[in-house]
């Protein structure tokens, strides 16, 4: 049994973990054992899977416990962030948990990149288990227009045969798609499957860059990438580069078929049922069919899979037979695969489900009286544990389903020391602990515009669970969608299916789809596939202890020490005061420094993305006092992103681009009226455009290298002495840095490749004397260093650097360092204040309400104004009454068609519920 170790944890957090996975089945007897019990788990509901630039990302988050799915009561603070394909955050929101629910967005714009993005979301506590319960879910996004093909950096990709019968992959590379400035020679990545390659490339007598490349034998599939520098924003340790690739498939006939015997072993003699899976080259379950032959080619037994490719037969082993299985591809070619090997002497476990009950069938060959431990358990809690005997081989169990939760169960066998014979997992399905809707609209078929009245309620008969249930409503096209909507995960899949089973399930709502007749049997073979060897709560034999606490809300953390000693504490006690600038209103903290000079502040709920904080140290006089702060920086879980193919336009997605790209086409022509003219942007993935960098660019064009505030800040160290010393030894490669004079000198900042660096500070040129001061600036008073490696109008200032325009003779190459302060007042503008610390944290992030135009008394000019939202409606904390009512009231857009309805909800003592609703729209023929 697993021993607790909590000396991490507060008394209450103790008392809390105790009793998890208890309360619900009031059963004080049950036992856990996985440390994954005490997770959380986090369930990102969005609006879509399927995006344009221009729209914004919707987005509710459930966070409850790991066991009966309550709304969490540790965590009051949960982190959610988009993450690009080169694995860089560009966008993220802390968001302020009530009773484990909260909402947020992500605005896209144009300057995102199309592709895969991965959207993920985690708790400070939820740490502790790795990347077990980091939620995660991938989007698409598409810019607002069908891309031309000649657009592609990746064309012309042609496989030919060689003579001596390998594949040749010929292809043209256009790296001016992504960088229009690119030239010389091209660095190309191939990804192989088990290798990787790389090739460097010159351009060819017609001006293109060519690449052919012999692949290896039996390759299925193979990626080519390439990576470019533009212009860097460094950014958590992130270069921003404009990264392309395209997946070419080799074999699209490629199958994998695997086989998966019920319980883990085919034994010779005892009937088992064998369960397989086919899986395409691009690792997604395809339909098979075929026969299972043994040694000698006679046919044993016919096999058909479902439409993900899986599925199961009974098989009765004879060890001195050899079996595999045969399959037929649409050019006639046949192939075999071995089936798994055949055990002499062992134990098989099946189990059957019925209406009631669930019926365990144990058979042996080995030792036919043998004692054997049985024991049922769900999300790392064990509910049913017993003694059995065999009888002459055999012995047959039931199992009340109604003794167990909804969901995922684990069925284990051991021997009278206590060690796995045999595991299986199967699928309980329980309807009736499930929370039940019922969603009505009060019409069937509307007109355009107007309004929609819907009224939610729960059929439940126990009041005190239903009250207050919380309910989430989104509306969308159901055309437009497509079948872009299918592959998304739901709140009864997730919870039960999702956050326990590693790896990703296909169509996971399939499963829980009620007009799916054969969804019980896909569960069944679904467990017996996917969930070998991948289910989450495995039991630990290592004691439990907790390195991460749970985070109630808003906290800054560090530590104090001596700025001539960074090694050296305060020997005397510290005021210490901190002073935050956000919503709803600053506030100030004031608290004493011991001899230990560590710090904690709770900040409390203070609402503000980018939250600026200033802190003063103070002797026992209110003197103020120089010393070094250092703030605990807050590790960010490591970044695990699945790649996947490049993304095609199919047709049901293309629907959804054009249907965008026309909403586009027509509120731009509405917005931009018969007298403006509107004009191209300048547009800088991660780049913040203020006025003063508005002024710089129009000037002298974009910088090359950005390195922005929070990432300075980050590099700091207790040594530092000025922002020339954190440049020297942490941008080595962007920016030259070295010391000049007599007696020690001072540090100079050069662009590499310059023969002289302007360097202005906020836009205001430094005088050549004056260059020995800029490298003792303050780091905490800088916003941002950037670099113009080849400005327009390069000697403008060399008058106001020399004192003369001729200082700078015209075949010198001149680049700018421009320096960025918070005082924006030049050199002489920046001041420090002894003992005080600028910074900025992450704050909570403020909500943004979804609109919906509110169409009543429409006139004939009312409709000129186009409503062509791609979200008709998205409310994401509908609270309900006492009664576990709700009502929700909103008007159409001016699409017609079906409109698709989805409520999800949760109780209070973690019941879910999903409603799906459809309702009609039909063009308003008088308007």
């Not at 629910?101 to 605005?107: E, G, L, N, V």
């Not at 790896?503 to 009620?514: A, D, L, T």
């Not at 002489?828 to 610390?837: D, Y």
Request: overall charge neutral; glycine content about 6%; proline content about 4%.
């Amino acid at each position: 049994m697993l021993k607790k170790q909590f000396s991490n944890l507060n008394l209450g957090i103790l008392l809390f973990l105790s009793v998890i996975g208890i309360n619900a089945q009031q059963n004080s007897k049950l036992l856990i054992t996985s440390k994954e019990a005490y997770a959380e788990k986090i369930y990102l509901q969005l609006s879509k899977n399927v995006f344009t630039t221009e729209e914004i990302i919707w987005i509710k988050a459930v966070v409850t416990d790991a066991v009966n799915h309550a709304p969490t009561k540790l965590s009051e603070v949960l982190y959610v962030e988009l993450i690009d394909f080169d694995e860089r955050v560009i966008d993220n929101k802390v968001l302020k948990l009530d009773s484990g629910i909260s909402s947020t967005f992500f605005q896209l714009d144009e300057t995102i990149a199309p592709g895969r993005y991965l959207i993920r979301a985690y708790t400070e506590w939820n740490k502790n288990f790795g990347d077990t319960f980091i939620s995660k879910q991938y989007v698409n996004i598409y810019k607002s227009d069908i891309p031309d093909k000649n657009e592609s950096a990746i064309r012309n990709v042609i496989l030919t045969e060689t003579q001596d019968n390998q594949l040749k992959l010929s292809a043209q590379l256009f790296p001016k798609v992504i960088n229009p400035k690119y030239r010389g020679k091209l660095k190309v990545l191939l990804d192989l499957g088990e290798n990787t390659d790389s090739v460097e490339l010159r351009k060819d007598k017609a001006g293109f860059y060519q690449l052919d490349y012999v692949l290896p034998q039996d390759i299925v599939k193979a990626k080519l990438e390439l990576k470019l520098d533009s212009i860097k924003v460094k950014n958590f340790d992130f270069d921003f580069v404009n990264t392309y690739s395209k997946w070419i498939v080799v074999n699209k006939d490629y199958t994998d078929l695997q086989f998966f015997p019920e319980g883990g072993k085919l034994i010779d003699g005892l009937p088992t049922k064998l369960a397989f899976k086919a899986l395409d080259y691009d690792g997604k379950g395809k339909f098979v069919q075929g026969t299972i032959i043994d040694q000698l080619g006679n046919e044993i037994k016919r096999f058909r899979s479902n439409k993900l490719g899986m599925g199961a037969i009974l098989l009765l082993p004879n060890k001195n037979k050899t079996y595999f299985a045969q399959i037929m591809d649409n050019k006639g070619v046949t192939y075999k695969y071995p089936i798994p090997e055949i055990h002499e002497k062992g134990h098989v476990l099946s189990v059957r489900q019925l209406e009631a009950y669930v019926a365990i069938r144990i058979l042996s060959n080995y030792k036919p009286s043998d004692s054997l431990i049985l024991k049922t358990s769900s999300r790392g809690v064990v509910y049913h544990k017993e003694t059995l005997i065999l009888k002459n081989g055999k012995l047959d169990v039931a199992l009340n389903k109604q003794a167990l939760p909804e969901g995922i169960i684990k069925i284990s066998l051991f021997n009278q020391l206590e060690e796995p014979i045999l595991e299986r997992l199967f699928f309980n399905v329980n309807d009736s602990k499930r929370l039940k809707l019922d969603v009505q609209t009060n019409l069937s078929t509307y007109s355009q515009r107007d309004k929609v009245n819907i009224e939610i309620a729960a059929v439940e008969k126990n009041s005190d669970t239903i009250a207050a249930a919380n309910y989430s409503v989104l509306v969308l096209n159901k055309k437009v969608l497509g079948d872009t909507f299918n592959g998304r995960n739901n709140i009864y899949s997730y919870f039960l299916l999702d956050s326990e089973l590693k790896g990703v399930i296909e169509s996971p709502m399939r499963y829980f789809n009620k007009e799916n007749t054969k969804r019980n049997r896909d569960l069944d073979v679904l467990m017996l596939t996917q969930g070998w060897r991948n289910y989450i709560f495995e039991p630990k034999d290592s004691d439990i202890s907790f390195s991460y606490r749970p985070e109630k809300g808003i906290h800054v953390s560090g530590n104090v020490r001596s700025s001539l000693n960074p090694k050296k504490k305060p020997k005397k006690p510290l005021e210490l005061t901190l002073m935050t600038f956000g919503k709803p209103e600053g506030n100030v903290f004031t608290q004493s420094i011991d001899s230990t000079g560590s710090f904690t502040f709770n900040v409390g709920e203070v609402y503000s993305d980018d939250l600026k904080i200033l802190l003063q140290t103070r002797n026992h006089k209110g003197k103020n006092k120089d010393f070094v702060i250092n703030l605990d920086k807050k590790a960010l879980p490591e970044i695990n992103f699945e790649e996947k193919e490049k993304v095609q336009l199919a047709d049901s997605v293309n629907a959804f681009v054009e249907k965008s790209a026309e909403r586009k086409q027509i509120e731009d022509a509405f917005n931009v009226s018969s007298n403006t003219i509107a004009l191209d942007e300048v547009n800088i993935t991660g780049y913040k455009m203020t006025p003063e960098r508005e002024r710089m660019m129009d000037l002298h064009g974009p910088p090359d290298v950005v390195i922005e505030d929070k990432e300075l800040h980050k590099k700091v160290k207790n040594w530092s002495y000025g922002l020339f010393s954190v440049l020297l030894f942490n941008y080595p490669e962007d920016i030259n840095v070295r010391r000049v004079g007599r007696n020690g000198g001072f540090l100079i900042a050069e662009v590499f490749g310059a023969d002289f660096t302007c360097i202005l500070i906020d836009g205001i040129p430094v005088r050549i004397r004056d260059y020995p001061l800029i490298g003792d600036l303050p780091t905490e008073e800088i916003k941002s260093v950037e670099i113009i490696e080849s400005p327009k109008s390069p000697k403008k200032y060399a008058f106001d650097i020399f004192g003369r325009t001729e200082a700078l003779d015209r075949a010198l190459v001149v680049s700018f360092i421009n320096i960025y302060t918070y005082s924006k007042k030049g050199l002489f503008g920046v001041s420090r204040t002894p003992g005080m610390t600028k910074a900025t944290i992450s704050g909570l992030s403020p909500k943004l309400e979804f609109y919906t135009p509110k169409h009543e008394n429409l006139t004939a000019e009312d409709w000129r104004v186009p409503d062509l939202r791609s979200v008709i409606h998205w409310n994401p904390e509908v609270k309900a009454n006492s009664k576990g009512k709700a009502e929700v009231e909103f008007f159409n857009s001016d699409d017609i068609g079906d409109m698709l309805v989805i409520v999800e909800g949760i109780t209070k003592d973690g019941k879910i519920g999903y409603f799906e609703t459809n309702y009609s729209v039909e063009e308003k023929l008088e308007k």
